[in-house]
């Protein structure tokens, strides 16, 4: 299995009670292997640890997006 990460920028006032939902539920997701945000130097921004033989990072967004309709794609 080969891992690869995706920046996702969100709102940045975004609340902690938000952010954790979307950690959650993202990290949930069939092919995530971890869903963080940097809380220490960029709290609205969520790093996504995936594998991309079982999700894209389009569907990883989406999920996000119904969470924050304002997030994007960043890279990585």
Do not use: C, W
């Not at 790093?47 to 990883?60: E, G, L």
Request: net charge negative.
């Amino acid at each position: 299995m080969k891992a690869v990460d995706v920046l996702i920028h969100m709102h940045p006032e975004l609340s902690p009670a938000d952010r954790a939902k979307v950690e959650k539920e993202v990290t949930a997701s069939v092919g995530v292997i971890s869903a963080n945000f940097d809380k220490h130097k960029q709290p609205h921004l969520l790093i996504v640890q995936y594998n991309p033989d079982a999700v894209q990072s389009s569907q990883i967004l989406e999920m996000v997006k119904r969470l924050d309709p304002a997030a994007s794609l960043v890279g990585l």
